[in-house]
């Protein structure tokens, strides 16, 4: 809530500069500074294990201005797997320090890009159980079961990307039975056909039902004719848009999108969880040939996996290259990536646009509490969609030792990246 309070009092302190008279300015003025001296900042023990992780934390991507919020609000909610999925480069790096130290002790070959580039490929980069989902990807009717958000994929060796996966997996529940998720990931990767589960063809099925319709829940008070974006955004902080803001927004509509679309309403905002958390986005209500259109535009950072090697693509090959490993070819509209010039009102440059359509539907293991088989099943979906991914790189060495898979060491290395980065968490609970 404090999170809130600082950011609304802030854009508040901006609007009275221009827009309101002496008495009101001298009062939201006092309201500023009351609601900064009360906010929380984040400080360790000296020289502790929490403030290495601090640290480790604060020298990696995305560079935002509400971290400390970000971390107390992890803190506070007691939970390792969130704290795996907000800061994705942090696990790549550990990786990689666990690796040069042996205490992940998987063979050089997997890892070093130096002696063997056949263990590389395109790697989902933030792939964990509750990043999956049905999604209206490639111009046809028919929704495709995917990983949600390709922010963060790139170029790393193919088993720290399903190492990822495995290790969101124990955080999310520490004795889960790994065998048969690691069997899955292995018939994707070979290419072996495998029918989806009931709660996924479920999931599909709803996406088809509700196709590229919008969401009423955009639409202030749930109603599409009120032509007003809602505000009332659950886990989001929202604020208005400032006129130069509007003036950019159109620009980039009509010379990146559509000429024919006309801005109706706009709002910004950000999450301040999970791996984009602190990352500004907009959300655009455009009359396209006279029907509402919503969009959003996402900032894009840096992918999680520099934190292992920061030889990346730029933002829009990077994407292209994601779109068309993963779907097979370039999305349809409005889905694209866009680098505009940095002298512009936004808040950022580099831009993912994506359509709010009520035909894509993320997947979340809290909904299926109570329900191990059907949580069961839809990890393996996952595993296996993953596999797919790994399975187009063109790597004949990696697909050979999956196709011999060890699965006790590669259950052994997941056990140890997630005891090492719930160890993390513990220790950066001493920072208060």
């Known amino acids: 809530m404090k999170v809130k309070i600082i950011f609304s009092s802030q854009i508040i302190f901006k609007r009275i500069l221009t827009s309101l008279d002496s008495l009101l300015f001298t009062i939201l003025l006092l309201f500023f500074f009351s609601a900064n001296t009360n906010a929380k900042e984040l400080s360790c023990p000296i020289q502790s294990q929490g403030e290495a992780v601090l640290t480790k934390i604060q020298s990696l991507p995305p560079q935002i201005d509400i971290l400390d919020q970000k971390i107390i609000s992890l803190l506070d909610g007691n939970s390792p797997f969130m704290f795996f999925r907000s800061f994705v480069a942090y696990y790549y790096l550990t990786a990689k320090e666990m690796l040069s130290t042996k205490e992940l002790d998987m063979p050089q070959y997997f890892y070093d890009e130096s002696s063997s580039q056949d263990y590389w490929g395109w790697c989902a980069g933030d792939a964990h159980p509750d990043n999956f989902g049905a999604m209206f990807i490639t111009g046809t009717n028919k929704p495709v079961f995917t990983i949600n958000d390709p922010d963060d994929a790139g170029y790393c060796p193919l088993s720290l990307d399903i190492l990822r996966f495995l290790t969101g997996v124990l955080l999310y529940e520490e004795d889960y039975n790994l065998v048969p998720v690691l069997e899955s990931y292995q018939s994707g990767v070979l290419g072996k056909y495998r029918e989806f ?89 455009l009359d396209l040939e006279q029907k509402p259109f919503i969009i959003e535009l996402k900032a894009i950072d840096s992918p999680g996996v520099v934190g292992f090697s920061e030889n990346q693509l730029e933002a829009v090959d990077r994407f292209t290259t994601t779109f068309t490993m993963e779907y097979g070819a370039l999305p349809q509209f409005p889905y694209s990536v866009h680098e505009i010039e940095p002298n512009t009102n936004l808040e950022f440059h580099k831009i993912y646009v994506r359509p709010r359509w009520s035909g894509n539907q993320k997947i979340s293991l809290e909904d299926f509490s109570g329900k191990p088989d059907s949580i069961s099943d839809i990890i393996k979906d996952e595993a296996y969609v993953l596999g797919l991914l790994h399975g187009r790189s063109p790597n004949d060495k990696y697909k050979t030792a999956v196709e011999n898979l060890d699965v006790k060491a590669w259950i052994h290395w997941s056990k140890s990246l997630s005891k090492k980065l719930k160890n993390d968490y513990l220790s950066l609970r001493s920072c208060r």
């Open 197 to 285: 589960s009931k709660p996924v063809n479920k999931l599909l099925k709803k996406a088809y039902e509700k196709g590229t319709e919008l969401k009423d829940g955009d639409f202030k008070n749930g109603d599409p004719k009120s032509r007003r974006l809602e505000r009332n955004l659950d886990d989001f902080v929202v604020s208005e848009i400032s006129h130069l803001e509007k003036q950019d927004l159109i620009a980039f509509v009509e010379s990146k999108l559509s000429a024919k679309a006309t801005l109706l309403d706009a709002i910004k905002f950000y999450k301040t969880d999970g791996g984009s958390g602190g990352l500004y986005r907009y959300k655009l209500l």
